[in-house]
């Protein structure tokens, strides 16, 4: 099994910017790493997922143009780097990793084995 830490949130205000790190111990390979987020009230949402092999990238119509998520293998970590802030990205950001291919929806939480603890992010206006 593989164990996510994810660091990186913070305080920032609309039109900042925050870099997201998650850093995976344990069984080193995985097949693809995502993204989602969850506001207070509302459901966890995808947000970005990068694939471990070539790293094609995948991104919520929320976020596009503004996040770009990205892998460096040699630290075995991702990163989700967030530009042009707004309000309404204020959530806990959750790192999940998929350690083998699916057919199940690359955007649903239940598509992945394991997840990290959270971090927060709150943008003000």
């Known amino acids: 099994q593989v164990q996510l830490i994810e660091s990186g949130g913070g305080l920032v205000q609309a039109g900042g910017s925050l870099r997201l790190s998650c850093a995976a111990s344990g069984r080193a390979s995985w097949y693809a790493m995502a993204w989602f987020r969850q506001a207070p009230g509302k459901a966890r949402e995808f947000v970005a997922r990068i694939k471990s092999i070539l790293g094609m990238t995948n991104y919520a119509d929320s976020v596009e143009d503004r996040f770009l998520v990205s892998r460096d293998n040699a630290k075995n970590t991702v990163y989700l780097q967030m530009n042009s802030l707004k309000p309404e990205d204020s959530a806990v950001y959750y790192c999940?990793?998929?350690?083998?291919?699916?057919?199940?929806?690359?955007?649903?939480?239940?598509?992945?084995?394991?997840w990290g603890q959270g971090t927060q992010v709150t943008v003000s206006s």
């Open positions: 999940a990793a998929q350690m083998t291919p699916r057919g199940t929806p690359w955007v649903t939480a239940s598509s992945y084995d394991a």
